[in-house]
C-alpha cells in the first residue's frame, strides 16, 4: 500500500500551515505594545471594528473577517481563530513574541489553511506584514 506524500505545508491532522519570522531591533515590550495596538492590529488582523485582547472576545473586521481571541499571555502570544467570510472554516493564528538581547523576533504561524492555494496567499500576507513593521520600526514610527 503507497501512501500520498504530503504537501509542502500540509500537516497530519491539521490541514496546511504556515510560519512567517523576523527579528527587529526593538524591545520585547515595544514589539508587544505595536502588536496590540491599534495600529499595530490593524496592520497584521485587518481593522477590527473593536477587540480587546481577552480571551473568549469576538471580533469582525471592516472586511468582515470574523474569529475569536482563544489565548493571551502578554509579552508572549496571542492565539485566535480567525476566518475571512469567502473561507469555508476558521484557521489558527498564533503570533508569538520573543526576545533576543536587544531584539525582538516576531512570529505569525496559522493553521488548519484548507489547501496549499490558502497556504501560500497566507504566507505572502505575512511577509507583507513583517516587511511593514521592518519599515515602521526603521522610521522609528511610534509604537503605541
Known amino acids: 500500500m ?28 515595544d514589539a508587544w505594545r505595536f502588536l496590540t495596538s491599534e495600529r499595530g492590529v490593524d496592520i497584521w488582523l485587518g481593522e477590527p471594528l473593536s477587540l480587546r485582547f481577552v480571551v473568549g472576545e469576538t471580533f469582525t473586521t471592516t472586511d468582515g473577517t470574523t474569529g475569536t481571541i482563544r489565548v493571551v499571555n502578554p509579552r508572549v502570544n496571542i492565539r485566535l481563530t480567525w476566518q475571512p ?16 538581547g536587544e531584539q525582538t523576533t516576531i512570529s ?23 516587511e511593514t513593521f521592518q519599515t515602521l520600526f526603521a522610521e522609528r514610527a511610534p509604537v503605541e
Request: net charge positive; aromatic share 8%; charged share 20%.
Open 85 to 100: 467570510p469567502e473561507w469555508q472554516q476558521p484557521s489558527t493564528i498564533q503570533v508569538r513574541t520573543i526576545a533576543n
Open 108 to 130: 505569525f504561524h496559522q493553521e488548519q489553511l484548507a489547501g496549499a492555494r490558502e497556504r501560500a496567499h497566507m504566507q505572502q500576507h505575512w511577509q507583507r506584514v513583517l
Open 2 to 29: 503507497s501512501m500520498q506524500p504530503r504537501l509542502v505545508g500540509q500537516t497530519k491532522s491539521a490541514g496546511f500551515q504556515v510560519g512567517v519570522r523576523r527579528t527587529f531591533p526593538v524591545s520585547l515590550d
